[in-house]
């Protein structure tokens, strides 16, 4: 196990820090007069008892995800997206205008977004042109006031796996947080990085039902990692982060997961016939490899040709404005009717 000192890297006025503790810390059920909540009942009619505030915990959730991902639940977070977790990360261990976050562009924006609304500087070590870790650069940059290093495994928004010795590499040689984002991993056959927690106290793993769960709308998100570091992340967060209402729908989700995989391998099935569909096509230069749910692809004149699609009602998202993906587009695969309306305006509108 790797020896790592969190309290070194917690910022002093969050260890310092009493949370706020909410009436639900002390009871739970009852005659519930501790909390100004509205005793008449809600005016939307629920078995939910809506009028009572939830379990600021999340336990029920935090046992199933535990269970699924063979883990503890005491290692285990929920969030109001894995945005809340990525904010609440550099909240914790990032000194307003003085520490820093690095990031492996090509990747996805909120790790940037987030540490600029905490005034935290970011520093940027580009993948490869084959969207792979440079490991030396990335500790050529890092300096005592880097405080977190990002990786996005599969990518957003290139789609690949980053190479497992690298991300270990990474996690064994750095002496401040990595969190490895997660939200594709299973639509990918490598394993989550889930059960190494343990193993190394410095490693955070995001997750989310948003993707191979389909619940992006109910903006539930996850945090793996050691136990200390999920108290920190606990200690301040919002007391009720989790409503009743998405909390509901995450236990039944992840009580589905036998039809989450059988949905997973659909989206499969539809990946590879997308990917040998554009295979066919002069205008399309390269299709990239893919571990998650979208495809990568390299086109000629790729935003006239976003534009055009999205035009005919068939959006996809332009991302020749990041490094190392000049001309492409990012395509979800879709159900088979979708694509089946993507192919034939590609086939109206290029070679």
């Not at 005592?144 to 190479?163: E, M, Q, R, V």
């Not at 404005?321 to 879709?334: A, F, N, P, Y």
Request: glycine letters at 6%; aromatic letters at 8%.
């Amino acid at each position: 196990m790797k020896k790592f000192d969190l309290n070194r890297l917690i910022r002093p006025n969050i260890q310092k820090l009493q949370p706020y503790r909410s009436a639900r810390d002390d009871f739970d059920s009852g005659i519930l007069l501790d909390a100004n909540e509205n005793s008449f009942g809600s005016l939307v009619p629920s078995e939910l008892e809506l009028h009572r505030y939830p379990d600021p915990y999340q336990n029920k959730l935090r046992k199933m995800v535990a269970g699924f991902r063979e883990v503890k639940p005491e290692q285990v977070f929920m969030g109001s997206g894995s945005d809340e977790a990525i904010d609440l990360l550099i909240r914790a261990v990032c000194e307003p205008g003085k520490d820093s976050i690095l990031i492996t562009p090509p990747t996805y924006g909120m790790y940037k977004v987030s540490a600029g609304i905490n005034d935290n500087a970011v520093i940027s070590v580009p993948l490869t042109p084959a969207f792979q870790l440079r490991t030396e650069a990335i500790f050529n940059e890092v300096t005592d006031a880097t405080k977190i290093i990002f990786l996005c495994s599969p990518n957003n928004p290139t789609a690949n796996l980053l190479n497992q010795d690298d991300i270990l590499e990474i996690v064994e040689r750095f002496d401040g947080l990595v969190v490895v984002d997660e939200a594709y991993i299973d639509f990918s056959e490598q394993p989550s990085y889930a059960g190494r927690v343990s193993e190394y106290p410095n490693l955070v793993v995001l997750q989310t039902l948003s993707k191979a769960f389909g619940m992006a709308g109910a903006r539930l998100g996850i945090a793996i990692a050691s136990e200390e570091v999920i108290n920190v992340i606990l200690k301040i967060k919002a007391p009720y982060n989790i409503n009743k209402l998405t909390a509901q729908a995450g236990l039944q989700a992840l009580e589905r997961l036998d039809e989450m995989k059988a949905t997973v391998h659909k989206i499969y099935k539809e990946k590879c016939r997308l990917i040998s569909e554009f295979g066919t096509f002069k205008d399309i230069r390269k299709v990239f490899p893919s571990d998650a749910n979208f495809i990568l692809i390299q086109v000629v004149n790729a935003k006239e040709l976003y534009r055009k699609l999205a035009a005919n009602g068939v959006i996809v998202r332009y991302r020749g404005d990041q490094i190392h993906c000049e001309e492409t587009l990012r395509v979800t695969v879709g159900t088979r009717d979708e694509n089946d309306a993507l192919l034939h305006n590609l086939r109206q509108i290029i070679s």
